[in-house]
């Protein structure tokens, strides 16, 4: 069993900056694949971006490549997502989840390789 608890959310004018914390509580002490994802009134759950439990590998969807960054601290059984030059297409709920099964050899993108997700956190990018 896994929980995770999403923070930080809040409105922003586009160019600024948000940062959102997922903390982990449970089965902490095994290794899995930890990612965030979004999802915007209308349109499909979409993923952000994904680390290993090590944090020494990272995904990123290409949309937020250069923006965006992940990272997590396993001292504090938390994950991190740096979100920078925010856009109006940025506004969206934004959920942490665990993906704790299957091969840990990559990160997974998809919603349905994630079996654990928190309850999200709104995040409003204003033009």
């Known amino acids: 069993q896994v929980q995770l608890v999403e923070s930080g959310g809040g409105l922003v004018q586009a160019g600024g900056s948000l940062s959102l914390s997922c903390i982990v509580s449970?089965?902490?002490?095994?290794?899995?694949?930890l990612g965030w994802f979004r999802q915007a009134p209308g349109k499909e759950r979409e993923f952000v971006a994904g680390?290993?439990?090590?944090?020494?590998?990272?995904n990123y969807a290409d949309f937020v490549k250069g923006r965006f960054t992940i990272s997590k601290d396993n001292a504090k059984n938390t994950m991190y997502l740096q979100m920078n030059v925010l856009k109006p297409e940025d506004t969206a709920v934004y959920s942490c989840?665990?993906?704790?099964?299957?091969?840990?050899?990559?990160?997974?993108?998809?919603?349905?390789?994630?079996?654990?997700w928190g309850q999200g956190t709104q995040v409003t990018v204003s033009s």
């Open positions: 989840a665990a993906h704790t099964q299957g091969s840990s050899s990559y990160i997974a993108s998809n919603t349905y390789e994630y079996d654990y």
């Open positions: 680390i290993s439990w090590s944090g020494g590998r990272t």
């Open positions: 449970g089965r902490t002490f095994s290794r899995y694949v």
